[in-house]
């Protein structure tokens, strides 16, 4: 098989949730580190717009979403298992959960000015500020919480996960990890990136604990690699034939014109012609100037589908 090509940023939760299961794996990797805010034109040129952080290249096959790469790593490598039976479809509700609502707590949360000052200590007052328009670009018309009401809000959820280890698990679903474990972490992971504001930890002694064991597992092996190399790859490749089985809710067929997007951040959209449509996956080919044919897979939930107008939008 190619290579496992993952585009991220070092300071990216959701990149570290990956480089994360990645160790757990004890897979090997090629790194690709992305700009951190726009324009990201080869990022752009292998997503077909999607611009989120991170996303995963097998050949001329990109996987958008820590979801997905979460699912395709796993059919991959498939132990140890990120979806250990005993652990039940619980798994991926935590782990949505904590992808969603803790994250949109515990990283505004880290935003405040005190971690704010610590993570971009060093870097100009105009990169800051650029950084902010992105960010409020990105997030769009998400509704913003007052410091108090998110510092109210992390505390109930610290406290809910710190009572999950009250029974002695060792992990959060039971005696192993699951992906809520890796979803859950990118979250604290960022809090204690910020020292001046990582004291709301504090009081979760079990939660830290819990930290150790999984930062154990490190990132894996990697080697970096320069993202106009990676498109090179992805032109020199072809992708791998869509086998999964047709779960059309839309009244689209494979091959029809469509454009997918996310539906709560970085709604961009990516136009292309459908050739998965399976229950958990959507995947689109599409035609790029440098990275040539590719094939452009999306989680089912967290993304809209739609059929393309002659124009190509949705
Ligand atoms: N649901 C997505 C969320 C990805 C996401 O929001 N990533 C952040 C970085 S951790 C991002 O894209 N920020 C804007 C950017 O990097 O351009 C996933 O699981 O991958």
């Not at 990582?198 to 999984?214: G, K, Q, S, V, Y």
């Not at 490749?237 to 494979?254: I, W």
């Amino acid at each position: 098989m190619a290579d496992l090509i993952l585009h991220h940023y070092p300071n990216s939760p959701f990149s570290e949730k990956v480089r994360l299961v990645l160790g757990y794996k004890g897979l090997a990797w090629k790194s690709v580190h992305i700009p951190v805010i726009m324009p990201k034109p080869d990022v752009v040129a292998l997503t077909g717009g999607y611009r989120r952080t991170p996303f995963l290249q097998v050949g001329a096959d990109i996987y958008c979403d820590s979801a997905l790469i979460c699912d395709f790593l796993d059919s991959l490598a498939p132990q140890p298992a990120l979806y250990p039976q005993a652990a039940g479809a619980q798994a991926r509700m935590l782990a949505q959960w904590a992808d969603s609502t803790l994250f949109w707590t515990a990283v505004p949360y880290t935003m405040q000015p005190a971690g704010l000052a610590h993570i971009f200590a060093g870097m100009p007052p105009e990169g800051v500020k650029a950084f902010a328009a992105d960010r409020a670009a990105f997030r769009g018309n998400a509704l913003r919480l007052s410091l108090p009401e998110l510092t109210g809000h992390l505390r109930v959820y610290l406290d809910w996960i710190e009572g999950m280890f009250a029974d002695g698990r060792p992990f959060v679903t039971g005696s192993v990890p699951s992906v809520a474990d890796f979803a859950i972490y990118h979250a604290i992971w960022f809090v204690r990136r910020a020292p001046p504001v990582a004291n709301i930890l504090d009081p979760c002694p079990r939660l830290a604990e819990w930290f150790t064991r999984m930062q154990a597992f490190g990132h894996g092996t990697s080697e970096p690699l320069e993202s106009g190399t990676a498109i090179g790859i992805a032109h020199a490749a072809t992708p791998a034939p869509a086998t999964a089985p047709l779960a059309d809710v839309h009244g689209l067929s494979p091959g029809d014109r469509v454009v997918v997007m996310p539906i709560d951040t970085g709604i961009d959209p990516v136009e292309g012609e459908l050739v998965i449509s399976a229950p958990n996956e959507i995947a689109i080919r599409r035609i790029d100037e440098r990275a040539g044919e590719l094939v452009v897979h999306f989680p089912r939930t967290g993304f809209q589908m739609k059929k393309a107008d002659k124009e190509g939008r949705a």
